[in-house]
């Protein structure tokens, strides 16, 4: 009955901050459902393309969840049920929330352009180029640990097809189907006309079909294979047409996500009236962990659940080119993050399921672990019908991390090549000598899925610590760039304000603790040759950071004494 209730505040919360918080951010910064949107006035069949209101709230959605409101909260509650609930949902509707509609609209107001162009716009040149340098650090940990996340869940100890497959050779089997299914969908919709109902109707019932055919048949790999194969998918998925791969198949994951957050919640009330599991994490555990202090280890742990950087990215990388009305940019950028958030207090309820068995260490990631505390609502590890639902629920977040994926290779595509574009050169057609070479869509993508995927071959706890803190740390500044943008167009921006100085100095904290930590275990003579790279990406994004805050706060102070002159 306490997960009940749990999840039933929650919801209810993030509910009436929607509509009371949305409505006023609204109407303070003058949202205009008859302006045209960038995807109508540059549209290029590219990535300019105008999608239909739930399409493009499926790829939002599916892009931005990924992995991280499920990993996060549940490494976080060694904390307690309580401090992560608190996060999940109040700094989802006053940090995340903030952070995800602010970033879609200022993008929208600047054609479609990213957070590298907004903030050299509104900052000066060099802090745009310093935001680029950031942003791709981050991205390359992204690209790592859904890697990571999602060759860990294909993973197999053999070769070849099987007939009685594991969890793991039914989620690849699964998430391959799905990728063919996606383009299908993307040609039938785009190219022969099919209606967005008929198509969904067909879509669903190939999922079904798929979900059979995957828990009867898989497909087996070891680790490293699947690593090769990701990285080479994601090369071509970044480079191809949006409404060919990354439209259909976000649009299409969108009702995997749906479907695992409804399976949860039947499990929930399944538990609470049966009796079936119980939920076993205490309130509070104490101010330090084996992950750290509560701050700054919470607000970093909980990432994607409560407030992400990466949003920033997605929202003026992908969402902003394809958003239809600005009437669409609450509902899709404020309003996916509180689903975000309530699935974040989800996977807190399902860890909570099995917690014992997690602290204990008997699962091999946070993703296991939320499958299974899901599957113990339904019935027992015995029953066929808990190694069903762990099975279908291991694959929603493998196709969510896969989902992720896609949109950050592409998002690095864009942003490599931004950083060698001189002014007046609109793509690498117009550069010259060796940055035609740097620019061109396909160098850019090869060097950061090189990079990400060698990293990727690291364990999970050595880069999500540090992809945490990047996030958290990009969310900060996102916040910044958004706040000097309204204050350059003479609109309220003071909400942005605590928000952004919190997230600032809460991630910077864990950036100078990871550096203290490395440079001891240097010095002691224990270090591998990831914690020299911890240290290196640690100390280059506090540098990096710390110029981008000054100028941004400069920024910000010369905006108010310009008003009060």
Not at 98 to 106: E, I, P
Not at 461 to 473: R, V
Request: charge should be positive.
């Amino acid at each position: 009955m306490q997960a009940i209730l749990i999840i039933a505040a929650a919801i209810a919360i993030l509910i009436v901050g929607y509509v009371l918080y949305g409505n006023w951010l609204v109407k303070q910064w003058g949202i205009d459902p008859a302006r045209k949107t960038p995807a109508q006035t540059m549209e290029d069949g590219v990535d300019y393309v105008a999608a239909k209101p739930a399409v493009l709230m499926g790829h939002h959605f599916s892009s931005i969840a990924g992995a991280g409101p499920i990993n996060g909260p549940i490494q976080a509650s060694v904390f307690g049920w309580v401090p992560v609930f608190l996060w999940c949902v109040f700094g989802g509707i006053f940090f995340g929330g903030l952070h995800d509609f602010g970033s879609l609209f200022a993008s929208i107001r600047h054609d479609g352009k990213g957070m590298g162009e907004i903030i050299k716009d509104n900052m000066g040149k060099r802090a745009g180029r310093l935001f680029l340098v950031f942003a791709l650090l981050v991205l390359i940990l992204v690209i790592a640990s859904f890697v990571n996340v999602v060759a860990g869940t294909f993973a197999s100890d053999h070769y070849g097809i099987s007939a009685n497959p594991t969890g793991n050779e039914t989620t690849a089997m699964i998430s391959l189907l799905f990728i063919a299914l996606a383009v299908v969908y993307g040609i039938a919709t785009n190219r022969f006309g099919l209606g967005v109902v008929p198509a969904t109707v067909a879509g669903i019932a190939c999922i079904c079909l798929m979900l059979v055919l995957g828990l009867n048949v898989g497909i087996a790999m070891p680790t490293l294979p699947w690593i090769v194969f990701i990285c080479a998918y994601i090369t071509v998925a970044s480079l191809v047409p949006v409404w060919i791969l990354l439209q259909p198949r976000d649009y299409l994951s969108s009702f995997l996500l749906y479907g695992m957050m409804i399976l949860a919640v039947i499990g929930i009330l399944i538990s609470g009236f049966t009796g079936s599991a119980t939920f076993e994490i205490p309130a509070f555990t104490g101010w330090t962990t084996n992950i750290g202090t509560l701050f700054p280890a919470l607000f970093i742990t909980v990432a994607c659940g409560a407030c992400s950087g990466f949003h920033s990215l997605v929202a003026t990388g992908t969402t902003s080119k394809q958003l239809n009305s600005e009437a669409d940019a609450k509902p899709i950028g404020y309003g996916a993050m509180l689903i975000e958030s309530a699935l974040g207090v989800v996977s807190l309820i399902a860890v909570g399921m099995v917690f014992n068995k997690y602290v204990n260490g008997e699962f091999g990631s946070p993703s296991v672990a939320f499958a299974s505390g899901i599957a113990t609502m339904f019935g027992a590890e015995t029953s066929s019908i808990y190694g069903t639902v762990r099975a279908l629920l291991t694959l929603a977040v493998s196709v969510f991390a896969l989902t992720s994926l896609d949109t950050a290779t592409r998002l690095s595509r864009f942003m490599f090549s931004e950083l060698f574009l001189q002014e007046g050169e609109a793509s690498w057609r117009d550069a010259s000598g060796i940055r035609k070479v740097l620019t061109h869509p396909l160098c850019g993508t090869l060097i950061m899925v090189v990079i990400g995927g060698t990293l990727g071959a690291l364990k999970l706890s050595q880069i999500w610590a540090l992809f945490g803190a990047a996030n958290q740390l990009l969310s900060g500044l996102a916040l910044l760039a958004v706040a000097a943008w309204l204050g350059n167009v003479g609109k309220n921006n003071k909400m942005f304000y605590f928000p952004m100085c919190f997230m600032l100095v809460a991630t910077l904290c864990s950036l100078c603790l990871t550096v203290k930590t490395k440079v001891g275990l240097i010095g002691a003579g224990g270090a591998m040759w990831g914690d020299y790279f911890q240290l290196v990406f640690a100390a280059a994004m506090v540098v990096l950071a710390v110029i981008l805050a000054v100028e941004g706060v400069q920024t910000i102070l010369k905006q108010r004494q310009r008003v009060k002159a």
